[in-house]
């Protein structure tokens, strides 16, 4: 059974930073695309960034986010990172990370993932 638990959100101030974690268990990490998610009440959860965990470790960004978030592993720790930088208050949401059954496939759409942490809440006060 894989589990994915996220940890690192809280209530920063626009401008701040955080940095999430998921860390995973119940299969090789290595193989397999982990990407992070967010939702915010009242809207569809959207992607925020992704990230190989074979070869180099090629990264995807959503354009909201792209030159503020950094997405990052460690596969000797089973873990997948979030740095965010620079935040805004649009970016308060639920984090989630999320990964494929299938090894080898770089997926970018939430419907490709199958197994999805629970989630840890983002807020950004203006």
């Known amino acids: 059974q894989v589990q994915l638990v996220e940890s690192g959100g809280g209530l920063v101030q626009a401008g701040d930073s955080l940095k999430l974690s998921c860390a995973a268990s119940?299969?090789?990490?290595?193989?397999?695309?982990m990407g992070w998610f967010r939702q915010a009440p009242g809207k569809e959860r959207e992607f925020v960034a992704a990230?190989?965990?074979?070869?180099?470790?090629?990264?995807y960004y959503a354009n909201s986010v792209k030159g503020r978030f950094t997405i990052a592993r460690d596969n000797a720790k089973n873990t997948v990172y979030l740095q965010m930088n620079s935040l805004k208050p649009e970016d308060t949401a639920v984090y989630c990370c999320?990964?494929?059954?299938?090894?080898?496939?770089?997926?970018?759409?939430?419907?490709?993932?199958?197994?999805w942490g629970q989630g840890t809440q983002v807020t950004v006060s203006s």
């Open positions: 999320a990964t494929p059954k299938k090894p080898y496939i770089l997926i970018l759409s939430r419907d490709g993932y199958d197994y």
């Open positions: 990230i190989t965990t074979w070869g180099s470790g090629n990264t």
């Open positions: 119940g299969r090789t990490f290595i193989s397999y695309t």
